[in-house]
């Protein structure tokens, strides 16, 4: 399996110039660890996560270093840390060294660049734009689409999960993120819902693409306000030990 096969297509990005709170609620509000950062002529320019939040002057967590410390690193690099810990841009605190792969780059690959370079999801790349990320998560739903013992995806499941998106992300109730595994017509639905009504609506939309089988739901249902986690009631009934509720 390639990249394409498992990668979210529908990529939520931030402009450099916006500020933390801007892209801290939108990290919250979908419930991202990381957000792409692309300039004004869409080129990938860096990426913000959750780790350029720790280190921080407003919460008191700065790196504080002994003076004989500072003297060796020299201004350099304490300037650098300063503005890591009090810029108010995402460009001032972004990550701009960056690991991507094509489209194309096989599975193992992007497993051996995420332990190599200790990171959670990886930019896929087409030419300087981005058009998809592989996380973590992906490898979970891919894994737990393949235990259901059927053979990896074709061409024709690539072409099917394309048109399966395209029809759910024309919809203005599609919420960000929704991602879909497809093998010989058997869909499984992965990704975060607000709304008991859009997990439906996302079925249906499912249901009504020409190639489509059978689909699985594994839509978790997130409350915004309170962050209390629930499965969808397909994988409660597969996993009944599993508390209903938590914290997100």
Known sequence: MKAHHIMTHHVVTIDPDATLA???????SNHFSGLPVVDAKGELVGIVTERDFMRRQEIDTQRKRPRWLE????????AEDYVKTAGRKVREI???NLYTAAEDTPLPEIVLLMEKHHIKRVPIMRGKKIVGMVSRQNFVQAVSSLSRGLPGPTFDDTSLRNRILATIEDHQWAPIGINAIVKNGVVDLCGVITDEHVR????????NVPGVEQVHDHLAW????????LLSPEDEMENPSTPQAMAS
Do not use: K
């Open 22 to 28: 801007d892209a801290a609620q939108l990290m919250l």
């Open 71 to 78: 003297f060796i690193l020299g201004p350099g690099r304490m």
């Open 94 to 96: 972004m990550t701009r």
């Open 200 to 207: 439906q609506a996302i079925i249906v939309a499912t249901e």
């Open 222 to 229: 997130v409350d915004p306000m309170s962050g209390v986690y």
